[in-house]
């Protein structure tokens, strides 16, 4: 049971380069989220899945897209990398329907946008 | 809109000191989660707590209290007799119910010297 897996862990990137990150998770969890962790500011949500083949927007989804084509991957895109995406990103995933359950994280990708 | 403030950027204390983290909210909704984070220097995200709106109890878990008052808005979190081992980012985070909005405060440092 591995939980939350990010791949990559570490990237670097070239202003206007494309990359895509995968989320991965074996706890059959139907929610998936994406965020953003700049220093001082905490955790931002970038985009959200309630289940397999659905996404939403989150607090700053601009420059991301995503997909969640199978329930337990949660794909995060960046068509034209900017600087102003250099972060830490990390993965999310929860269950429960009826009840708000923990987030489990994973261990975060390190992004550089040069 | 939903906000939560850690006014403490960073705090130090030498260990077996008491040390209290604070965390001010601010929502609309009448039904919300709390929760609190720890983030050690290996990255990670550690869940520690989650609280739901209409349950005021205050929480003990070993060395670990926290302290919810809807009165002042407010989830601080105190460690009792610190040890190096605390020393992390914490954060604290809130949601509404039935919603994958999850906001996080900025976080507090905590450093405890031997």
């Known amino acids: ?114 | 809109a939903q906000k939560v403030t850690q006014a403490q950027t960073e705090i130090s204390v030498v260990e077996k000191e008491d040390v209290t983290l604070d965390c001010v909210y601010e929502t609309r909704d009448t039904t919300y989660y709390l929760f609190w984070y720890k983030q050690p220097p290996s990255g990670e995200l550690v869940f520690l707590i989650r609280r739901n709106s209409f349950d005021e109890q205050n929480e003990i878990s070993g060395r670990y209290s926290w302290n919810f008052q809807k009165s002042t808005s407010s989830f601080n979190f105190t460690i009792t007799a610190s040890q190096v081992v605390d020393s992390a980012v914490y954060f604290c985070a809130l949601t509404p119910y039935n919603n994958n909005d999850m906001r996080f405060g900025a976080g507090t440092r905590l450093t405890v010297k031997p």
């Open chain 1, 1 to 114: 049971n591995a939980g939350v897996t990010q791949t990559p862990k570490f990237r670097v990137l070239k202003t206007g380069q494309s990359m895509t990150l995968l989320c991965a998770q074996d706890m059959n969890h139907e929610y998936m989220y994406w965020y953003r962790q700049d220093p001082g500011m905490g955790l931002r949500l970038i985009h959200y899945s309630v289940g397999e083949g659905t996404t939403a927007k989150g607090e700053v989804p601009d420059g991301y897209n995503v997909s969640r084509l199978k329930k337990q991957n949660f794909l995060l895109g960046l068509e034209s990398a900017a600087p102003s995406q250099t972060s830490v990103y990390f993965c999310a995933s929860r269950g429960g329907l009826a009840d708000y359950n923990e987030q489990f994280f994973g261990p975060g990708t390190r992004l550089t946008v040069l």
